[in-house]
């Protein structure tokens, strides 16, 4: 989210201040798109990437509202909008693209280049359309604070990846070994695709005149908010992925934890021939 850098004592930074500003079209030209997105999953029969991409959509809306808002209140809203569903929009929207296209990224998919294309293109996309074709009604203004919540992420952060550090010293074997430079890429990319593509949309940027400002918040989500789930949600992948495919079937034979992370070591995204490669 583009944010605002305020002074606060004790801190060398500051605290940054998350804001988003948009035309309330914005919020049905992605319900749409949206709908589009699983649809095409769908198609594809990519079933689990589906369900990943609803648990986390519900799991975003019970930090956001649940933690953020309830318990830290560390979430405001102007022009009468209403919180609850403006996050829940919200929360289904960024969980369900950002878990989908990491599932995508962790299944190596043979179309990983057509999906981070289309997410890409939207999320630069359907800001500008919003702005040009509405403007009848008040905008969205909605923003959080992050000081009483970055130190907790952190915390999860260096405990995620330190667990793949002390696996990775342990095996001897390198096919056994976790990709934490493909983890950290993918951490650090879905979170950067989305908030750079708003902040181009003005979304991020609005009432903020600095460059300080606009990408303060660019540069510490992206290595921070979505990356310190990264590996967890690895492990998540592998030990799903090793007993069951992406439609939802009993593998046969079932693979151990390790035997399922030398096998997705030797996958690759796109083979010599040109072809994806998938489990």
């Not at 029969?45 to 318990?71: P, Q, S």
């Not at 996309?125 to 130190?151: D, E, K, M, N």
Request: charged share 15%; glycine share 10%.
């Amino acid at each position: 989210m583009a944010g605002m850098i305020t002074k606060t004592e004790g801190y060398g930074m500051g605290e940054i201040i998350a804001r988003r500003q948009f035309d309330p079209l914005y919020i049905w030209l992605d319900i749409i798109f949206l709908l589009i997105f699983m649809g095409l999953l769908l198609y594809k029969k990519k079933f689990t990437t589906v369900v990943v991409g609803l648990i986390f959509g519900l799991v975003y809306m019970a930090v956001d509202y649940g933690i953020f808002h309830l318990l830290c209140h560390a979430r405001s809203i102007e022009n009468g909008y209403s919180l609850f569903w403006v996050l829940l929009w919200m929360s289904m929207s960024f969980g369900f693209t950002n878990f989908t296209w990491i599932w995508l990224w962790l299944s190596k998919d043979k179309n990983l280049l057509e999906w981070s294309v289309l997410l890409i293109g939207w999320w630069i996309c359907c800001p500008l359309i919003s702005t040009a074709f509405g403007g009848a009604q008040q905008p969205v203004i909605i923003q959080r604070t992050t000081g009483a919540y970055h130190g907790y992420m952190a915390a999860i952060l260096i405990v995620g990846y330190l667990g793949l550090v002390i696996w990775n010293i342990t095996r001897k074997e390198a096919a056994l070994k976790a990709p934490v430079l493909w983890l950290l890429g993918i951490g650090i990319l879905a979170q950067f695709g989305w908030e750079a593509g708003l902040l181009i949309g003005g979304v991020r940027s609005a009432g903020f005149e600095t460059l300080e400002a606009k990408l303060a918040t660019l540069v510490v989500n992206s290595l921070l908010e979505t990356n310190l789930g990264m590996p967890y949600i690895y492990m998540i992948f592998i030990a799903f992925s090793a007993k069951f495919t992406e439609q939802g079937k009993r593998r046969k034979p079932c693979l151990t934890f390790q035997e399922r992370i030398r096998e997705s070591n030797r996958e690759r995204v796109w083979r010599e021939d040109g072809r994806g490669e998938t489990m």
